[in-house]
């Protein structure tokens, strides 16, 4: 059974900091992995897209990468802004499953000007 | 410009009641979902669509139905047989075909409160 998480589960920054965020998975077998960012009582924005087969994906400030065989994936936010607080989640669509796909239950940022 | 729309943003039901919450898409998209989402435990589906007329349960259908009579359209109903419906419900679609290549869209959700 695929289960994805995501570390850490809430981060605060001062602002202009460069951050990673961590998504993890643990079946390989996914068709794509996508980074979403959501702000309190919104829906779901797409940020990043990364295929399968790719490795990593870019967006202005905004950096994906996806080690699939491990299970991995990050997202890089480069000089971070107090507009960049929000939910970040990852989703991965699953091969084995008739359209599935799995969100990881994300990462609460909270950039402090 | 393309993209989904929810409706009612809020909604408040009573005990006993059926409610439905409104989804369409004008992406041309083939796909639609429903998600659940409650504080600490992520996104849960509900029902997912693939074909105008055809619907599959997701992992939390219990209590509630839709209906995909249209390819823009996926309504969802919560039933009265759905004992804690109090959450915030969003709405997506996606292309098919080639899943490696595409995404989810995803509305702006409508936030369900029993009163």
């Known amino acids: 059974k695929q289960e994805v998480t995501q570390i850490p589960a809430a981060l605060s920054v001062p602002e202009g900091e460069n951050l990673v965020l961590n998504c993890s998975f643990t079946d390989s077998a996914i068709y794509n992995l996508q980074w979403f960012r959501q702000d309190p009582g919104k829906g779901l924005t797409s940020l990043l897209l990364?295929?399968?087969?790719?490795r990593e994906q870019t967006s202005g400030r905004l950096n994906a990468s996806l080690d699939k065989s491990s299970g991995r994936s990050t997202l890089y936010i480069a000089a971070s802004q107090p507009g960049d607080s929000a939910t970040y989640l990852c989703a991965v669509r699953m091969e084995t499953s008739y359209d599935k796909v799995i969100f990881g239950p994300g990462t609460s940022l909270s950039v402090i000007p | 410009d393309g993209g989904i729309t929810q409706s009612p943003k809020y909604l408040f039901r009573k005990e006993g009641q059926n409610v439905t919450l409104s989804c369409e898409q004008n992406?041309?998209?083939?796909?639609m979902y429903w998600y659940r989402q409650d504080p600490g435990q992520g996104l849960r589906l509900i029902y997912y669509s693939q074909i105008v007329n055809d619907f599959q349960k997701g992992d939390i259908a219990e209590g509630y139905s839709v209906s995909r009579e249209k390819k823009e359209s996926f309504p969802l109903t919560v039933t009265s047989a759905q004992k804690n419906p109090t959450a915030f419900y969003l709405c997506?679609?996606?292309?098919?075909?080639?899943?490696?290549?595409?995404?989810?869209?995803f509305g702006s959700g409508t936030r369900l409160t029993v009163v």
């Open positions: 990364i295929q399968s087969s790719q």
């Open positions: 992406l041309n998209h083939d796909a």
């Open positions: 997506a679609s996606s292309r098919l075909g080639d899943r490696g290549t595409y995404g989810y869209t």
